[in-house]
């Protein structure tokens, strides 16, 4: 389990501050709703607390590693659902593809060398248990989709595609997971399934950061604002943070 603790933590591109002054602390566990309007920095506050972007004044801590120093052990231990621009799904790739891409990497890259030398077959079965036990986590019941497994992503209605790309990050069991525009084109229920389903996840220790416009009641609530860019205006930075971020996430 992970806490998250940051102190003035702020980051500075070329156009200006992305983020500035950011100061809380969360206990493991925690559902961090990060709050605020587009373009105030609430993506690359995200990347930058999960180790995808390096942050340019303060300082962090996830667990027991600090930012901007460890991001690669940051990285680590944290995962990332859906982020535009950074974690998109396919849309012509059906769900089942895009669970076995994900196990299979998984089953490549995302344990210890030691883990290779086990039977192949007891690797795939434990490889299976996790991926069903992500779909469980996140809510996404494949038999009722319009064609089970081999529907595609392009069919999934907007909430099924956010449990999707939650489960595919909860493959890697992450100590901290990372969720961009969590409540975006969201009916009033499909929100509120939408944090139910993330809240449960805190309850089995996983510590949550979810971008959002308006945060759940309960959850550790971290506001953005804007910030003077460079130019002296920070209307200049909405529709370029989202490139920003990607490029900075590519390079991580």
Do not use: Y
């Amino acid at each position: 389990m992970a806490a998250v603790i940051a102190e003035e933590f702020g980051l500075k591109g070329p156009r200006g501050w992305a983020f500035r002054g950011v100061t809380f602390a969360a206990e493991p566990g925690s559902l961090i709703a990060i709050e605020g309007p587009s373009g105030t920095g609430r993506t690359c506050l995200l990347l930058a607390l999960t180790g995808r972007m390096r942050a340019t004044e303060g300082e962090a801590s996830v667990g027991r590693f600090r930012l901007p120093e460890q991001l690669a052990a940051v990285r680590r231990i944290s995962g990332l659902g859906p982020v535009p621009g950074v974690t998109d799904l396919d849309p012509a790739l059906t769900v089942a593809e895009h669970l076995r891409e994900r196990a299979l990497l998984e089953r490549r890259f995302g344990g210890p060398l030691r883990g290779l030398l086990r039977p192949r077959a007891e690797r795939r079965q434990e490889l299976r248990l996790r991926v069903d036990a992500a779909l469980t986590a996140a809510g996404l019941d494949l038999e009722t989709l319009p064609k089970g497994r081999r529907t595609s992503v392009r069919d999934l209605e907007r909430l099924e595609v956010l449990r999707l790309s939650v489960a595919l990050a909860l493959i890697g069991r992450p100590h901290v997971l990372g969720v961009d525009d969590t409540d975006l084109k969201l009916s009033d229920a499909e929100r509120a399934e939408a944090w139910a389903m993330l809240t449960s996840l805190t309850r089995s220790g996983t510590t949550v950061l979810a971008v959002c416009s308006e945060a759940p009641e309960g959850a550790v609530v971290v506001r953005t604002g804007p910030t003077e860019a460079s130019n002296g205006t920070s209307a200049s930075r909405d529709g370029k943070e989202a490139a920003d971020a990607l490029a900075e996430a590519r390079r991580a």
